[in-house]
């Protein structure tokens, strides 16, 4: 018989995990309440893709310590856990919209330049930290053959199997209760940036000022002639993207950025004006640089970015509040207020875990849920 290649491994224990969602495989209790905190651990999704990457690697070379998955480690039987979760995890988990990060788990701090074995007895700092000490202990039993890597992989995909599609039906109840409860009577501008301020003041926030900026281009993108090129990754830096900021605009027919969105979670700087500048000089074309602040806006920043227009050649470079932006765009654009908050909530329930969580989703979905009925 020919040797499966970690690919088909994963589809085939996904078909096998899939078959029978409400019913574990693995007969000893705390292994299986280890495995289900493990993958169903909200606050720290990096202990889940550690572990499957790590059961991966040892079905496929059953001869690895799975406790070893750093080739920094001396010996035969430590291996690179990070080709196996970037090769093999990260296209499986796109693919079947599995409840993980995005990006590899061996880059996250905690997980990060270690250089021995992954015991019972490592110390790794992080929140929580029984996440942590979950996933250690379960590679310990895989290795000294408690449980077996091909049974901890399954259950851990069924785990995902079942808190995916409980987050899909969590969503779909609360959008058609929306759907439901909306009347005649639209929210009022005032009522949506009311939504919008109790929303941007929900923990883990700072992708949604984006979302704001997007949904107002994807909205009015017929009056004003203009259109909002795709977002790019929560994550990724602007250099390895080759973004110029967070939304960038063109006129719809064309491919030119003319107007740039910057969004901050802190006050402005002049050294973030100063940054914006290199960028203009690399882009001429740019008419508009934009930073949008969930903070306050010091008044000398502000004359700072003023005065750089004539330096410029004619760019202009502003600071505005995320909610007074969001205010000034609803009135002017009084009559497809409804449209926006629509592009909002789409874009926002499109955007992947890593940018914005599920109780983030649910929490606009409640609070527009509140405010249609009141």
Known sequence: MSKRDPAQILESLYSRAGSSPGKNSIKDARICERIEYVAKCISNRAGVRLLMSCMLAKIDRPEIDPRCPYTEIAGEKS??????????LTSFINKFHLPCNSTTAFLTPALRNMDSPLTKKTVIVGR???VYSDTLTLLDDVAIQKVGAEEVLTETLRCLIVLRDERKARIQSLVS?????KGALPLSSEGIVHLIEQHLSSPNSSRLPVLVVAAAYKAAADMLGER???????????????????VEICLTNENEIVTIYEMKNKRVSINDVDHALSKINCNRKVDNYIFITTDGIDQDVREYAREQYEL???VEIAILDCLGFLRHFLHLFHRIRSEFIDSYQYLLLAEPESAVN???KEAFLSLSRLLINA
């Open 79 to 88: 291996f690179s856990g990070r080709q196996y979760d970037e090769q093999y």
């Open 128 to 130: 929580p930290a029984q």
């Open 177 to 181: 209760e929306i759907s439901r409860a």
């Open 228 to 246: 909002a090129l795709p977002l790019k990754s929560h994550n990724a830096a602007d250099s390895s993207t080759g973004a110029l900021g967070d």
């Open 312 to 314: 410029t050649g004619g």
């Open 358 to 360: 599920q109780p983030l």
